[in-house]
Structures are given as structure tokens and as C-alpha cells.
């Protein structure tokens, strides 16, 4: 009889767990407002969350704010606690130590991307906003995509502008949580009526429509490390994914050129990630071995990831790489058999359909003789 008792942790494995839940608790959280245009109202979305906040009992004070002609945000300003910034060899920065001798409960700073004048102790307004965060203060900022380092190149091609300062991704995957702030449609009409014709509003509509994509595909990201780091603090050995990640099961037989497509397109779409799996099978035709070198070139040629699993049990080994690899969508083929003593043939797809737990399966019609899924 299979074992199906879970291990129990060993003391060294409780005391990193242990370890690792304190030193999340002490750290400060982080909210990102983002924005992937400029003027969309990331200052007062920030402000209005804090005001919030503040009515809720939760002791928040300012201390950045960019300047705004805003009547609304100069008004929502006057409710609050503002830390001057600190002036230095003609610069302004935030005065991280005046916070933490404040240490309130939580702490607005607007413009994550500023760089800070020459002999700070940061370089950079993100890097203050790290060390809040490490003292246990929460933080809540702004920042456009344009200043995320790894979209910079993909905002200016779209756009066509260049900005010299930048945050890095991997301080934003450390956020708790993050909103993206949608540009209104009126954005757009506001734009052309400033200066623009109807054609560069209609231009500045498409391309806004390609940053948000991006926005959110950056969401996304933020998502799913969030939840890597709650399955390795609590332990959980499992990998799951806000991006859709498809696996693509081939066979000698199948039509692995219409799967691989479509994953392809979708993959593309959604900015996901593609695999392509084949189990291996002994004692290959001549024929069968032919085709499947076509359907792994075929693979190799929509540049994906591609794996050769072994196992006796098929579905096993699909479903074991899929866990893996956190796998959203299996595509595969599978004939159309029919007959009296199919009812007492085990068909490996509706097990796995069965068994993939919350993973989509797709099925694709393929040739007869197939023998597998």
C-alpha cells in the first residue's frame, strides 16, 4: 500500500520556516501605483489610499510629493503629516532618517524613480524607499513603465522618448501589492485639444493600449513572485503562476504544427511561456522516429522550451513536469477511437483530464493509429 503520510518537518526545516516568517513580518509592505502614462493621476490615487488609510486609524505621513497644479491633490495634501525633503548640494531627497525617528505606520512617497543629488547616502529615491522598508515601515509610491529598467527599451520604441533614470524589476517584485492606474479616456481628446490633431490622439490611443499591455503583464509578474515567496515560506514545494504557461504534449502522430501554433499565438499574447514535451516510447518505426524529428523541429523553430520525459506512465510524467513547471493549459492529441472493446481500454486522456487538477486541457484531433494521447 502506498505511504500517504506526509513527512513532518525536521527542527532545522521549522526553524527557517520560523526564521522566515519574522523577518517577513518585520519588514515594512509596499504598494506600487502604476502608471503607464504621465498625468493619469497616480499622485492622487496615492494620496487617496493614504487618506483612507488614515481615516481608518493607521498613522500615515508624506514625505514626497511631486508638484502637481492639481486642485484636487493639493487638497487632499492639506490632510496630512509632510517630512520636509531634505536639501543637498542643491537637490532635494527624501529625508529617510527624519521617517524613521517618525517611524509612522505608513509612509507616501511619490516619484519612486527620482535620482538623489550627489553625497547622498542612496543614489536613488527607490533605494530610500528600501531602507524604509527594512525598518518595518510600510510605503506606499508612484512610478510610470517608462522608468522600469527592463521595459525602458520596449516603452521607447513604442514611444519614441528615452529616460535617463530607472527602477529596477526586481524592486518591484518585491511589492505587496500593485494597482495599475488607467489612463481615462478622455486622456487622449485632453491631449489633442492641447496642441495634438485628432490623428495624434488616435495614435496616442494605440500606443497607450501597448503600454497598458505591458503594465499589465508587469502585474502579473509582480503576482506571481508574490506567491512564490508565500509557497517557500510556508514551505509548500509547488509552483504556480499568474502568467499563463503552456505545454504542448506531442507524439509521432500528432499535429504538432497546428498545436505549436496556437500555443504560439496565445503564448504571445498573454507574454506567457511556451513548452514542448514528448514522453519518450522504445522501439520506434523508422516512419514514427521520422515524424517526430519533424514535430521537435517544428518546436525548435517556434522557439520553445523543450523537454523529453521518461517514464512508463505517461500521464504521470506529464502531469509531474506540468506541477513543475506550473503549467495553465495542456495542449495534446488524441484519435478517435471507437468500438466494443474501447469501454474497456484505459484512455489516457480522460485521466489525465481527470487528474490535471485546475489545468486547462486541450484536446486536438490526430491520426488513428496513434497509440497515445
Known amino acids: 500500500m502506498r505511504n500517504t503520510e506526509k513527512r513532518k518537518p525536521t527542527p532545522e526545516e521549522l526553524l527557517r520556516r520560523v526564521q522566515a516568517e519574522e523577518a517577513h513580518q518585520q519588514r515594512g509592505r509596499l504598494k506600487v501605483f502604476l502608471g503607464y502614462a504621465s498625468g493619469v493621476g497616480k499622485s492622487f490615487r496615492m494620496l487617496d489610499e493614504g487618506r483612507r488609510r488614515k481615516l481608518r486609524g493607521q498613522d500615515v505621513v508624506v514625505a514626497a510629493i511631486q508638484p502637481s497644479s492639481e486642485e484636487a491633490v493639493a487638497e487632499l495634501l492639506q490632510g496630512f503629516e509632510v517630512i520636509p525633503l531634505r536639501t543637498e548640494q542643491g537637490g532635494q531627497a527624501v529625508d529617510v532618517e527624519a521617517v524613521k525617528r517618525r517611524r509612522p505606520g505608513l509612509c507616501l512617497i511619490d516619484g519612486l524613480a527620482y535620482r538623489n543629488p550627489p553625497g547622498s547616502t542612496n543614489a536613488e529615491r527607490w533605494q530610500d524607499v528600501e531602507d524604509l522598508l527594512s525598518s518595518g515601515i510600510s510605503v506606499i509610491t508612484t512610478v510610470n513603465l517608462q522608468y522600469i529598467r527592463e521595459k525602458q527599451q520596449q516603452v ?30 478622455e486622456y487622449c481628446v485632453e491631449r489633442a485639444r492641447a496642441g495634438g490633431s485628432e490623428a495624434e490622439a488616435e495614435l496616442l490611443a494605440r500606443q497607450l493600449s501597448e503600454l497598458r499591455e505591458i503594465a499589465l503583464v508587469l502585474a502579473a509578474e509582480v503576482v506571481d513572485a508574490q506567491l512564490v515567496e508565500y509557497l517557500k515560506r510556508h514551505g509548500i514545494d509547488q509552483t504556480y503562476g499568474a502568467h499563463e504557461r503552456i505545454l504542448v504534449c506531442i507524439t509521432p502522430r500528432s499535429n504538432a504544427g497546428l498545436m505549436i501554433g496556437r500555443a504560439r499565438r496565445q503564448a504571445d499574447r498573454f507574454h506567457g511561456d511556451l513548452f514542448v514535451a514528448y514522453v519518450e516510447q522504445p522501439s520506434l518505426s523508422p516512419a514514427d522516429h521520422a515524424m517526430l524529428e519533424r514535430n521537435l523541429a517544428a518546436a525548435r523553430e517556434a522557439n520553445t522550451h523543450i523537454a523529453i520525459l521518461h517514464g512508463e506512465d505517461l500521464v504521470a510524467a506529464i502531469l509531474q513536469f506540468a506541477t513543475k513547471e506550473g503549467i495553465t493549459q495542456i495542449f495534446l492529441g488524441h484519435s478517435q477511437r471507437t468500438g466494443f472493446w474501447q469501454k474497456f481500454r484505459s484512455n489516457p486522456v480522460e485521466r489525465l483530464i481527470l487528474e490535471s487538477g485546475g489545468i486547462d486541457i486541450r484536446i486536438f484531433p490526430q491520426k488513428e493509429s496513434d497509440p497515445v494521447p
Open 156 to 185: 521607447e520604441a513604442i514611444r519614441g522618448k528615452a529616460v535617463a533614470d530607472s527602477v529596477p524589476e526586481s524592486f518591484l517584485l518585491q511589492a505587496n501589492d500593485i494597482e495599475i492606474v488607467d489612463a481615462p479616456p
